[in-house]
């Protein structure tokens, strides 16, 4: 069993929908949850960071944290074209990056059409 | 955010070539410096981890011969890809940690390296 368990999709939607991205995990170790934004052929770009179980809010990104049934989403509202891009969860335990490692979701393709 | 920058974005190599390719933080002093791989549509396999004025620490399955990392610098990690082969190519990407309040316990990820071996 993979310790980060992400669904691949991939995901279409129409533009202005509601877009729910999950990721379950096994570690109870993990600490610190967060979201990636990659468009192709390019890095990661950080979206959100989150270290406690409810919610954070940053303009039209929610990310949810349930620590206690190891789960996370992140929720895109008033979803646009260039929302298009593979999402990626991660997380890494206490003592943050700079003492471990992230260890990634398989990555959620989404669309947005018109 | 932190400003990380990785150069060169595409390089195509003959086999047998040594290719190198950079990582810069450009805003801010990064203490620990990551290098993934990623292949088409497949999640970031991480493959060392560079501490400034340090050895890497290479993850299991990663040749540390074939792959030589240095972090000379607070804000330079290069990668060498020695005696390239088509088996390597893929898309290499760097991240960043560092010490300040807006740096520490994030990553932040330079714009990738495509790296094609002929």
């Known amino acids: 069993q993979k310790e980060v368990e992400q669904d691949p999709g991939p995901l279409s939607v129409p533009e202005g929908a509601i877009v729910s991205l999950n990721c379950t995990y096994s570690n109870s170790a993990f600490q610190y949850f967060m979201w990636y934004r990659q468009y192709s052929r390019k890095g990661p770009e950080l979206l959100m960071y989150t270290y406690s179980s409810g919610n954070k809010e940053d303009g039209r990104f929610t990310a949810q944290v349930d620590k206690s049934s190891k789960y996370i989403s992140l929720f895109i509202r008033d979803s646009q074209p260039s929302d298009s891009a593979t999402y990626l969860c991660?997380?890494?335990?206490?003592?943050?990056?700079?003492?471990?490692?992230?260890?990634f979701g398989q990555g959620t393709i989404l669309t947005v059409h018109p | 955010g932190a400003v990380v920058s990785q150069h060169p974005s595409r390089v195509i190599c003959k086999s047998g070539t040594s290719v190198k390719i950079e990582c810069r933080s450009l805003?801010?002093?990064?203490?620990?410096m990551f290098w993934y791989r990623q292949f088409p549509k497949q999640s970031l396999m991480l493959m060392a981890t560079s501490n400034e004025g340090s050895k890497a620490t290479y993850e299991q399955g990663v040749e540390k011969d074939k792959f030589l990392i240095n972090h000379a610098s607070l804000t330079l990690s290069t990668l060498t890809v020695t005696s390239a082969h088509p088996e390597d190519s893929s898309f290499y990407i760097c991240?960043?940690?560092?010490?300040?309040?807006?740096?520490?316990?994030?990553?932040?990820f330079g714009s990738g390296t495509q790296l094609s071996v002929l």
């Open positions: 991660a997380m890494v335990p206490a003592g943050g990056t700079s003492y471990g490692k992230l260890t």
């Open positions: 991240s960043a940690t560092g010490q300040g309040a807006a740096t520490n316990e994030k990553l932040f």
């Open positions: 805003d801010f002093q990064a203490t620990t």
